[in-house]
């Protein structure tokens, strides 16, 4: 039967890409690491990894059991913190998988607060680019709550957080600058857009508000990071679509509403009911995400 050190040591290697910089992570020798590796093999029945000369790579047996042994090994995790507030110890880590636009606008504040509150409970953030991603990491077992957009079909508990408004920023000077605060996306048509690479999702935000508006952005220049976009507007690269939450408030662009508005729904979800860490944290995140109440919502 596996044991967890072996579930941890087999997540490690495929992290680390490679025995050796696993074993220095993991503060074992590299025999008792492959001793150890061999054994969950042994329990497997059959291969879990491909020595190869420079790195590592799963075999399909291997790749059958990595999710599992995410999953198991976060559960433990839970399991423990769970023990030790029950014991009155407010002491461990929240690991929590997000997106990277989320990081800049949404958790700052929510972060902030649960530090003040809770000082002795670290925070973990998984950051991914795409919605897909982050739903994929959280049926892994990769952390305890994910933060973004409302995940389609999902088996667990969610509960939204609001809406957020995706705002166009440009240059100061502009022309589009000139016509007030608000703008129709097909005026900008004939622009050239600050965009975001493939597979980021805010690549997709853009490519579909362009779409509702009859139109395919023209690409001034691709960026993986999210925080660069406004920036990139801002010195005349083009228009760019971010979340108003991720702009700073010395922020030197001109930031433009579009008719319609372009907004997308924020969720925080968990596989079953949140532990007490989670479901506080939850908590604290509705209070100070400073995103908009959903019609309905309270």
């Known amino acids: 039967m596996a044991t967890l050190r072996q579930l941890e040591y087999l997540v490690t290697v495929v992290d680390q890409g490679s025995f ?3 074993a220095e992570l993991l503060h074992v020798t590299q025999p008792a690491l492959s ?42 995790e839970r399991a423990r913190c769970a023990a030790r507030q029950a014991a009155g ?21 929510a972060l902030r607060e649960w530090r003040r509150t809770r000082p002795n409970v670290g925070i973990r953030l998984f950051e991914h680019r795409h919605t897909d991603e982050l739903v994929d990491a959280m049926n892994a077992g990769e952390a305890d709550l994910a933060v ?22 440009v240059a100061a000077d502009d022309p589009a600058a000139t016509g007030g605060d608000t703008v129709k996306l ?9 965009h975001y690479a493939p597979g980021h999702g805010l690549a997709d935000v853009l490519d579909n508000a362009c779409a509702q508006a009859g139109f395919e952005p ?10 660069a976009a406004p920036a990139l507007a801002a010195a ?14 010395d922020f030197d662009g001109h930031i433009l ?15 079953g009911e949140p532990d007490p860490l989670a479901a506080a944290f939850i908590d604290v995140l509705f209070r100070s995400a400073g995103i908009r109440a959903r019609e309905g919502d309270g």
């Open 20 to 22: 050796t910089k696993a």
């Open 35 to 76: 001793h150890q590796i061999r054994t969950l093999e042994r329990s497997a029945g059959g291969p879990l990894l491909e020595r190869l000369p420079r790195s590592v790579r799963l075999t399909p047996t291997g790749r059958a059991m990595l999710p599992h042994a995410r999953a198991t090994l976060a559960d433990a």
């Open 89 to 109: 110890l407010e002491v461990g880590e929240l690991q929590i998988a997000t997106l990277y636009s989320i990081t800049l606008g949404v958790l700052p504040a």
């Open 148 to 169: 973004g957009p409302e995940p389609p079909h999902w088996p667990g508990v969610t509960r939204a957080l609001g809406t957020e408004e995706l705002v166009v920023v």
């Open 186 to 194: 097909q005026d900008l048509a004939d622009r050239s857009w600050v």
């Open 218 to 227: 023209r690409i001034a220049v691709r960026t993986e990071q999210t925080a």
């Open 236 to 249: 005349g690269l083009g228009p760019a679509l971010v979340p108003d939450n991720i702009l700073p408030k």
């Open 257 to 271: 509403h579009p008719e319609p508005a372009v907004r997308r729904t924020l969720t925080a979800y968990t596989r």
